[in-house]
């Protein structure tokens, strides 16, 4: 039963356009959110994080948006680079199903933006 | 250099090898992990540890034998390995256990794994 879930796998966008990248979850229960950037050969660098009492978090070009209520996050790029272009992953933290706590990965989205 | 090194990069064994995987990291933490990427699968949490003591066993078959000397090296041991588990094997660590899930944990570049 996957809690975190990227049901695009990949995603392509126009270089300075924005780019979009969802995440559903289904474990109330999570208490922080990430986003990892991950290229190939490398292992995934952490990019932003939100809290579930809040409903925005802003670094830079990264905006992460949190709808409790619809169990949906995103992180939006903009505007996007080619640098950008690399496979990310969505995160929750909190206790698992047998009470730990832990960190719960998706599957990962591709981002390839085109110059 | 991301502060946790992982070697090898990368590995082929035969399912009746025994080998060793090693990470070690330079920034202070004190909680470390290992985690499995499959190919289209989620990133999957195998052990962790806090403090040089096992937290963490999310059902990991013995074939897998983590060990912890000090809070900087973390080894996996793998013994008579099965073609479905190669996969990437990311080594990540925290300053703790609760503040790395909040903060993020620093992975290092995997080791990819191949059995045959």
């Known amino acids: 039963d996957q809690q975190v879930k990227q049901n695009s796998p990949s995603l392509s966008v126009q270089e300075g356009r924005i780019s979009i990248l969802n995440c559903d979850y289904t474990?109330?229960?999570?208490?922080?959110f990430l986003w990892y950037k991950k290229y190939p050969a490398e292992g995934p660098t952490f990019l932003i994080s939100i809290s579930s009492i809040k409903d925005k978090n802003e670094d830079g070009r990264f905006t992460v948006f949190l709808n409790k209520s619809a169990k949906h996050l995103s992180l939006h790029i903009v505007p996007s680079q080619p640098g950008d272009s690399a496979v990310y992953f969505c995160a929750a933290s909190g206790h698992s199903g047998a009470g730990s706590y832990q960190l719960t990965f998706g599957k990962g989205t591709k981002l390839s933006v085109i110059p | 250099e991301t502060g946790v090194t992982q070697t090898p990069r990368h590995l082929v064994m035969g399912m009746t090898n025994k080998k060793s995987l090693k990470c070690e990291q330079h920034l202070g933490h004190n909680a470390m992990y290992w985690y499995k990427q499959s190919a289209k699968k989620p990133l999957e949490l195998m052990f962790v540890?806090?403090?040089?003591?096992?937290?963490e066993n999310n059902s990991v078959p013995s074939r897998f034998s983590p060990e912890c000397p000090n809070s900087s090296h973390l080894f996996l041991h793998l013994h008579t390995l099965q073609p479905e588990d190669s996969a990437l094997y990311l080594c990540?660590?925290?300053?703790?256990?609760?503040?790395?899930?909040?903060?993020?944990?620093?992975f290092g570049s995997g080791t990819r794994l191949t059995v045959v």
């Open positions: 540890y806090n403090f040089k003591e096992q937290t």
């Open positions: 990540a660590s925290s300053q703790e256990r609760g503040q790395g899930a909040r903060y993020g944990y620093t």
């Open positions: 474990n109330s229960m999570f208490d922080y």
